[in-house]
T-cell receptor
Framework: EPEVTQTPSHQVTQMGQEVILRCVPISNHLYFYWYRQILGQKVEFLVSFYNNEISEKSEIFDDQFSVERPDGSNFTLKIRSTKLEDSAMYFC?????????????FGPGTRLTVT | SQQGEEDPQALSIQEGENATMNCSYKTSINNLQWYRQNSGRGLVHLILIRSNEREKHSGRLRVTLDTSKKSSSLLITASRAADTASYFCATDETGGFKTIFGAGTRLFVKA
């Protein structure tokens, strides 16, 4: 069964450094998402992406964040200058239109630790 | 802003019992989804119910949606120890481009 994959599974970085989290969505999906989950808290929406542009973004997704689909298979989340509070699990998801709704399939996540 | 909130926050039951989790939200939605998350792992999609649907079944799962009360419930029948996980509801208000998750219910099923 096709699945969303994410790399790396764990990223440790120093405060102020740039990180790029990578995702490979399911191949025939057209809608892509990033979420984060701070340890012990709920999953928070960051951004959705369709047709090579951002569809929606949350207030968390400020100028320090950017997304890109650099080729036909990858979907990346870049954090330009990481802060301690960016430490979280980051999930990528993708979906297709299924008669009026979008069933999102999630990757296993990347655990980002900012020291 | 809309927010799905689950109750209870935590639930502990014996294997074989039924588990019911509830979710409330604040604004109009297009659909509502339930997800499962094992500790430290990714999210697994369980079931999606559209705003014009009232009940949906999938195996041992039964989901109801009451849009007049802005609430949904997830029933797991004949629970198993392997059902131990956190369960989240998530709502889409803008056609799927922005999904809002609730805080989740931690279910513990004792063997």
């Amino acid at each position: 069964e096709p699945e969303v994959t994410q790399t790396p599974s764990h990223q440790v970085t120093q405060m102020g450094q740039e990180v790029i989290l990578r995702c490979v969505p399911i191949s025939n999906h057209l809608y892509f998402y990033w979420y984060r989950q701070i340890l012990g808290q709920k999953v928070e929406f960051l951004v959705s992406f369709y047709n090579n542009e951002i569809s929606e973004k949350s207030e968390i997704f400020d100028d320090q964040f950017s997304v890109e689909r650099p080729d036909g298979s990858n979907f990346t989340l870049k954090i330009r200058s990481t802060k301690l509070e960016d430490s979280a699990m980051y999930f990528c998801a993708s979906s297709e239109w299924v008669t009026g709704a979008y069933e999102q399939y999630f990757g296993p996540g990347t655990r980002l630790t900012v020291t | 802003s809309q927010q799905g909130e689950e109750d209870p926050q935590a639930l502990s039951i014996q294997e074989g019992e039924n588990a019911t989790m509830n979710c409330s939200y604040k604004t109009s939605i297009n659909n509502l989804q339930w997800y499962r998350q094992n500790s430290g792992r990714g999210l697994v999609h369980l079931i999606l119910i559209r705003s014009n649907e009232r009940e949906k079944h999938s195996g041992r799962l039964r989901v109801t949606l009451d849009t007049s009360k802005k609430s949904s419930s997830l029933l797991i029948t004949a629970s198993r120890a392997a059902d131990t996980a956190s369960y989240f509801c998530a709502t889409d208000e803008t056609g799927g481009f922005k999904t809002i998750f609730g805080a989740g219910t931690r279910l513990f099923v004792k063997a």
